[in-house]
């Protein structure tokens, strides 16, 4: 069975400072993952996808499939960035199955 | 047109009631979902239709009736609902081929049962 995890609920950081959210995963196959944010009162939308390597709004997220990691960083953080952030696991290509992870809060403090 | 659309945004129904949810894609997707998303939780997978056909169901209870007319459009008919079901309903929708299968959201209808 697929999993994902964010061990950290809140993150709390000071604007300017680097943020680093966390995801592990669990699944035995080749996912594709993705860093979606809910932004307050804002759909969920899609931020990152392992499989283009892009930078978004200055972040980055690599996938290490020896950690089964896939954190999503920013090397200075900005009030703009404080949102819900989901790291979700799609179980290999034509999949239905997006497995979100519980989420973490980021609030970047001015 | 690069946007999933939902009406209504606000619903506010008694357990008695039948409505509606209402979603719209026209990105040419054929992969539809329906998820639930409680406060402060990630969204949970109800439905999924693939060619307009229902591919996967994750043992939602029958007062939830999904339906997909055609390609752009699905459809998710409530009745008879509980105060618990009271929830963010997102659709969602993503290509079948390709290489990309990253699924697009709607703002959701936000469901008060009362």
């Known amino acids: 069975a697929q999993r994902v995890t964010q061990p950290e609920k809140l993150l709390s950081v000071f604007k300017g400072a680097p943020v680093e959210l966390k995801c592990n995963y669990s699944y035995s196959g080749s996912p594709e993952l993705f860093w979606y944010v809910q932004y307050s009162r804002q759909r969920l939308q899609l931020l990152l996808r392992?499989?283009s390597r892009e930078s978004i709004k200055g972040f980055t997220a690599d996938l290490n499939k020896g950690e089964t990691s896939f954190h999503l960083k920013k090397p200075f953080a900005q009030e703009e960035d404080s949102a819900m952030y989901y790291c979700?696991?799609?179980?290999?290509?034509?999949?239905?199955?997006?497995?979100f992870g519980k989420g973490t809060k980021l609030s970047v403090i001015p | 047109d690069t946007e999933v659309t939902q009406t209504p945004k606000h619903l506010v129904m008694g357990m008695t009631n039948k409505k509606s949810l209402k979603c719209e894609q026209h990105?040419?997707?054929?992969?539809m979902y329906w998820y639930k998303q409680k406060a402060k939780k990630p969204p949970e997978l109800m439905f999924v239709y693939s060619y307009e056909k229902l591919s996967i169901n994750e043992s939602v209870p029958s007062r939830f009736s999904p339906e997909c007319p055609n390609s752009s459009l699905l459809n998710l008919h409530l009745h008879a609902l509980q105060p618990e079901d009271s929830a963010l309903y997102l659709c969602a929708s993503s290509q079948k081929e390709g290489t990309s299968y990253e699924q697009y959201f709607g703002p959701g209808t936000r469901l008060t049962v009362t």
């Open positions: 990105m040419g997707h054929r992969a």
């Open positions: 392992h499989i």
């Open positions: 979700a696991l799609l179980s290999g290509a034509g999949s239905y199955q997006l497995t």
